[in-house]
């Protein structure tokens, strides 16, 4: 069960949700609608530009998106690997000490954990919380560069004696200056890695890189909150960071998409390692 901090409620300035698995906000997003006004995660006439159609979607959401995953892996393979620091740090490798799950089911060979140095206790947690809203003027380059550089990282701090949680936050506001704390703030924060779960890359392809991430999984989870009807209805609001509230020192919120710099995915690793680094945690890559 995750751990997460965020806390659940609704105030006349603030509504959040919160979902501790993938499933529980499936569930939520195919029987919690209650706006009554038009509600875009079914449209049927913009398929193209949601990312693919309404069953589509869950069923990416629900089985991982296997193209998605591939072009990752394919987008990282030049460039250079983590460093892994010394003492107690993970390796993937052709034999091992633990099977490595999501590897195994896509026929990756090295599909084994190899731990590098003596035991040093407990790993530690590093949580992630990933803006996930963004204009419908964003490139798909940088949503798929974000997203890819984000499991680059988290693949890496795995790596290195740490274990992740990733908490995909679709959060928006009702005020166009794309500040939390103004106008109307939704936030529907779905924990699509637990701690200590197995890395399943396929299914973090989806929720980070792919369009029908937002605009049918995101838009489904606001259209079930009906304090968001109001400020929400005709565009869903604008993307935007966590609210401060929900942020804590223990956690890494990323900064939104929007203005960010992910222009390759070299850049997009870059950006968020240096955002790691200043948290605390030594991330390198040679």
């Not at 620091?85 to 090295?110: K, L, P, T, V």
């Not at 084994?112 to 919380?129: E, H, Y």
């Not at 693949?155 to 290195?160: V, Y």
Request: with cysteine.
């Amino acid at each position: 069960m995750s751990m997460l901090n965020i806390r659940e409620r609704t105030t006349d300035k603030v509504a959040v949700r919160v979902y501790h698995s993938v499933e529980h906000a499936l569930r939520v997003a195919v029987d919690g609608g209650v706006w009554t006004s038009k509600r875009s995660s079914r449209s049927t006439g913009d398929s193209e530009w949601a990312g693919g159609s309404w069953t589509e979607a869950l069923d990416l959401a629900r089985y991982g998106w296997r193209e998605g995953a591939k072009d990752i892996r394919k987008a990282f393979a030049d460039l250079p690997s983590p460093s892994l620091s010394a003492g107690n740090a993970w390796r993937h490798d052709y034999y091992g000490e633990r099977i490595d799950m999501a590897r195994f089911s896509y026929g990756d060979d090295a599909c084994f954990r190899t731990r590098n140095g003596a035991d040093r206790g407990r790993a530690k947690l590093v949580r992630i919380l990933v803006p996930m809203a963004f204009p419908c003027s964003t490139g798909e380059d940088a949503v798929v560069n974000r997203g890819a550089a984000i499991i680059s990282v988290v693949d890496a701090l795995e790596m290195t004696r740490r274990t992740v949680e990733v908490v995909c936050c679709y959060s928006s506001t009702s005020n166009g200056s794309r500040k939390p704390d103004q106008g109307f703030h939704m936030n529907h924060a779905v924990v699509v890695k637990q701690a200590g779960q197995p890395f399943d890359i396929e299914r973090m392809a989806f929720f980070l890189s792919h369009r029908a991430s937002l605009r049918r999984i995101g838009f489904a989870l606001m259209e079930s909150c009906k304090e968001g009807e109001p400020s929400h209805k005709n565009n869903y609001g604008y993307g935007c960071n966590i609210h401060p509230d929900d942020e804590s020192p223990t956690a890494i919120a990323l900064p939104e998409l929007y203005g960010g710099k992910w222009n390759s995915p070299a850049e997009a690793r870059e950006t968020l390692a240096s955002i790691v680094r200043a948290k605390g945690h030594a991330l390198s890559f040679r």
